[in-house]
């Protein structure tokens, strides 16, 4: 079965502070893509990136970098120099090969204080 | 701009009354779907719709009804048989190509119990 685990439900940092953020993810799939959102106090979710399960590079876009180990089922997000905009609830989703389906964590909330 | 536009922002519903919650998109997509939020879980998946005129039940469907009539807009109607409606709805859209798009979101609409 899908499943996808955030276990960190809230997270708090002071501003320029690294934090990151967890996911871990279940599939019996072997092609499966995985995604992170930000849902900001305005309600939208907004997409920050997907990887594919054939693509282990990690990813870096300017403060934000991901690190995707298949060998842990692990897809963490790491917003460096933290800054107060980046307060939200970050959600990490997967979908398996040939479904429209996205399956999402329970979210992660940060709060980054000035 | 290309977008979803989601109305009404607040809506309120009285004991035993159907509500319906509009989603519309100008990006061309053809799958559209519907997520509910609640409070420290995340989205759960209502109903999508893959093509016009053809829908599928997702997670949570009992209590919702949907209609595809037009590729632009996706419509979802909250009966009284959905005993607890209160909540935070989501549309979104992609082209519906197999799970390896990112979802693209609405505003949401912010939905109670009069």
């Known amino acids: 079965a899908q499943k996808v685990t955030q276990a960190q439900t809230e997270i708090s940092v002071v501003e320029k502070e690294d934090v990151t953020l967890d996911c871990v993810y279940e599939?019996?799939?072997?092609?499966?893509?995985l995604f992170w959102y930000k849902q900001p106090p305005s309600g939208e979710l907004v997409f920050l990136i997907r990887?594919?399960?054939?693509?282990?590079q990690n990813e870096i876009s300017g403060r934000y970098s991901w690190n995707f180990q298949k060998s842990t089922s692990s897809f963490n997000f790491t917003i460096t120099a933290s800054q107060v905009v980046d307060s939200a609830v970050y959600f990490c989703?997967?979908?398996?090969?040939?479904?429209?389906?996205?399956?999402f964590g329970t979210g992660t909330r940060l709060q980054v204080f000035p | 701009d290309g977008g979803i536009t989601q109305s009404p922002k607040y809506l309120f519903r009285k004991e035993g009354q159907n509500v319906t919650l509009s989603c519309e998109q100008n990006?061309?997509?053809?799958?559209m779907y519907w997520y509910r939020q609640d409070p420290g879980q995340g989205l759960r998946l209502i109903y999508y719709?893959?093509?016009?005129?053809?829908?599928q039940k997702g997670d949570i469907a009992e209590g919702y009804s949907v209609s595809r009539e037009k590729k632009e807009s996706f419509p979802l109607t909250v009966t009284s048989a959905q005993k607890n409606p209160t909540a935070f709805y989501l549309c979104?859209?992609?082209f519906g190509t197999g799970g390896n798009q990112p979802q693209h979101f609405g505003d949401g609409t912010r939905l109670s119990i009069l």
């Open positions: 979104a859209s992609d």
């Open positions: 599939t019996r799939d072997t092609t499966y893509y």
């Open positions: 989703a997967l979908s398996e090969y040939n479904t429209d389906k996205l399956i």
């Open positions: 990006l061309n997509h053809d799958a």
């Open positions: 719709s893959q093509i016009v005129n053809d829908f």
């Open positions: 990887r594919n399960s054939f693509d282990e």
